[in-house]
């Protein structure tokens, strides 16, 4: 049977009645690539086309466009904010209902990803099976990304959360909704449920994947079975899963560990537009998609247009809070992907990691690099009581650094409690922060109030248009 996006209903119907209200706003976001809603997925051209709007929708500004990033940051104790201009003070703040909210792009993502599955479940004519296997590795690896960024937002993570005010957590939909009458109001799925998928997804994506190499050019850009382990990985640790961390971690790092950005190499690896150590990425040029310059990374987190400018961009609101510049001492390499802003801004310190990538306005986003999995791997042995193995992983962190190596005295929660510290030093500004200590269950520590695990404002609101059109699905309490 043919497939088809039927015209406006796969940007607009998802799973529920809400993107019926939503028609309009999400047909304004056109992923590049993608194809007219009329023509069918019956050639590989049409389905690769798909698939790129899939991809399209993670450039976004909700998505890792910029609120993926800086928000995580800003909720947390990472950051300061100059309230001039004004936009994400809320966030920072922790004011009720100021949040991420990413429930439209990924949902409409989704809907994308589980109509390609669909498709290729029975191949159309003229698509082979290596074709086919390359596209749905990289879907089920993408639905697994968004069902994640889903879950950590919405709701509570596997083994952290406030009992009485857990309400669970996204709606989980496999099949897609080609038109209006296929509709469905779903309530919200466990946590349990949600990950199911995504695990069985990313066991998917690496094998499906293995092997295989989308863009040769440009690998990283991609959905890769490297991507998939160590997205794994981090999913994981999410779970308290050790043992599948230290699996998946080790498996990606065996075909990426050179990918390790060597300290010499370090600061020049932030300069250029695609980061050494990106596993996956998301690339962007601010202008030439969907982004546009004022809520770029670049004019989030700096007031220079560029590190040789000196001229005030009059942006640059979210800065780097002193609690945090403090714990970089000065022999820490890391500590030059810090300077003093121009301007207003001119006694503040801000981050350059989105900053001259390899030109104005590059903005590429590493959504998961090399960094990351060895300390995902090295919490994940702390945990497991291999505390020699990770002694070692989190050597490889400090040493490149510029730091000394910790010693073999180092053991129990001092050990675990270093291996935090460096993955918040190491995964600063990249939007971490937030969700590690949510999902450990641990309060925001913050000079203009402490926020604490068990207050509600921790989860955001479901949109109200989904509540409203979708009486089975619960709002988190207190919205």
Same mark, same amino acid.
């Given at each position: ?5 039927? %015209? ?5 119907? &998802? ?5 019926? $209200?939503?028609?309009? %706003? ?46 995580? =940051? ?17 966030? /920072? ?27 290729? $479940? ?5 698509? !082979? ?11 089920? /690896? ?16 596997? %083994? ?14 496999? +099949? ?32 499906? &994947?293995? *092997? ?34 230290? #699996?998946?971690?080790?498996?990606? &790092? ?14 020049? *690896?932030?300069?250029?537009? %695609?980061?050494?150590? !990106? ?7 601010? *202008? ?14 700096? $007031? ?5 400018? #000196?001229?005030? $961009? ?50 590429? #986003? ?17 945990? +497991? ?13 400090? @040493?490149?650094? *510029? ?12 050990? &675990?409690? =270093? ?6 030093? =190491?995964?600063? /500004? ?23 695990? =068990? ?10 248009? @989904? ?9 988190? /309490?207190?919205?």
């Amino acid at each position: 049977m043919m497939k088809t996006y039927p %015209k406006t209903i796969i940007s607009c119907i &998802l799973t529920m009645a809400v993107w019926i $209200s939503a028609c309009n %706003k999400i047909l304004d976001v056109n992923p590049k690539q993608s194809i007219d809603s009329s023509i069918a997925l019956e050639s590989p051209e049409a389905i690769t086309a798909a698939l790129n709007s899939v991809y399209a929708y993670l450039r976004q500004p909700s998505q890792y466009g910029r609120d993926l990033i800086a928000i995580p =940051e800003l909720l947390a104790d990472n950051t300061d904010h100059t309230n001039n201009p004004t936009e994400l003070y809320g966030q /920072f703040r922790n004011q009720p209902g100021a949040h991420m909210n990413i429930w439209g792009s990924s949902y409409s993502a989704i809907n994308e990803i589980n109509n390609i599955l669909d498709v290729l $479940s029975t191949p159309p004519a003229g698509v !082979s099976a290596e074709f086919a296997e390359t596209i749905a590795g990289q879907a089920h /690896f993408l639905r697994a990304l968004y069902y994640h960024n889903l879950s950590r937002i919405y709701g509570y993570d596997p %083994k952290a959360s406030v009992d009485e005010i857990n309400y669970g957590s996204v709606p989980l939909m496999t +099949d897609p909704v080609l038109g209006a009458d296929q509709v469905t109001y779903p309530e919200r799925a466990t946590v349990d449920a949600i990950y199911e998928l995504i695990y069985n997804d990313l066991e998917a994506a690496s094998q499906l &994947l293995q *092997g295989k190499t989308v863009n040769a050019s440009n690998p990283e850009y991609y959905a890769s079975a490297e991507a998939a382990l160590a997205l794994f990985s981090r999913v994981a640790l999410y779970n308290e899963d050790y043992e599948r961390v230290i #699996t998946t971690a080790t498996n990606a &790092l065996s075909t990426t560990g050179d990918k390790f950005m060597a300290h010499a190499a370090y600061i020049a *690896g932030w300069r250029q537009m %695609k980061l050494p150590e !990106s596993i996956f990425e998301i690339v962007f040029h601010v *202008g030439d998609h969907e982004n546009p310059v004022n809520t770029s990374l670049r004019a989030t987190f700096t $007031s220079r247009i560029s590190l040789s400018s #000196t001229s005030f $961009s009059n942006r640059g609101n979210v800065v780097v809070a002193p609690a945090l510049y403090s714990l970089y001492t000065n022999d820490d390499v890391r500590r030059q992907l810090f300077i003093n802003g121009v301007g207003r801004n001119a006694n503040r310190t801000e981050i350059t990691k989105f900053l001259s990538r390899s030109g104005t306005n590059h903005d590429n #986003t590493p959504v998961i690099r090399v960094s990351e999995v060895i300390l995902n791997r090295a919490e994940a042995y702390a945990h +497991d009581d291999q505390e020699e193995l990770a002694r070692q992983d989190l050597n490889r962190i400090r @040493e490149r650094a *510029g730091l000394d190596p910790v010693d073999d005295g180092l053991t129990g929660q001092a050990l &675990l409690d =270093e291996i935090l510290l460096q993955r918040r030093l =190491e995964l600063a /500004f990249e939007g971490h922060r937030f969700f590690d200590l949510k999902r450990q269950g641990l309060d925001i520590i913050k000079p203009i109030g402490n926020v604490r695990f =068990e207050e509600s404002r921790i989860l955001p609101p479901l949109p109200i248009q @989904e509540t409203l059109l979708n009486t089975n699905l619960k709002q988190n /309490f207190g919205y």
